[in-house]
């Protein structure tokens, strides 16, 4: 159950960010902000929505300046996969969360981003897989 609603939510969150249309979302004037803030199918918060607004702008930035955000990424990653256990965070989401709230982004702390690499797969949690680190020689 709880799934399905986490499901629903982020269909939801994409019904109202145009369905993360990044164009759409970098071009959100007061008028839709004041429109997010009365949807009671996402989280109201109004800091939260103009973040999110902002962050889409610095983001379109970083993509312009490195051709892809994975080129961002690799900046701080140099295109390796990282397997690691019991972690909230390590220093390529320390260094990759400092530079983006360098840039101006908001509410992306490096558990954030330490969230996000294991999302995209560059960073692999390996949790309880002992015989995939022995055999790969995986260093932790």
């Given at each position: 159950r709880c799934s399905v609603?986490?499901?629903?939510g982020d269909?939801?969150?994409?019904?109202?960010?145009?369905?993360?249309d990044l164009d759409r979302v970098c071009g959100y004037d007061e008028e839709k902000i004041a429109e997010l803030c009365s949807d009671s199918s996402i989280v109201r918060n109004k800091l939260k929505i103009r973040a999110s607004i902002s962050n889409a702008r610095i983001f379109r930035d970083i993509v312009k300046e490195q051709?892809?955000?994975?080129?961002?990424?690799c900046k701080f990653t140099d295109g390796e996969i990282l397997y690691e256990c019991d972690k909230t965070t390590n220093e390529w989401s320390d260094r990759i969360s400092a530079d983006l709230k360098k840039r101006g982004m908001k509410f992306v702390g490096?558990?954030?981003i330490y969230s996000f690499l294991q999302a995209v797969g560059v960073n692999i949690p390996m949790i309880g897989n002992v015989d995939f680190i022995e055999k790969n020689k995986v260093k932790i």
């Open positions: 609603a986490r499901g629903l269909v939801y969150k994409r019904q109202a960010y145009d369905e993360f051709a892809s955000f994975y080129d961002y990424l490096s558990v954030i």
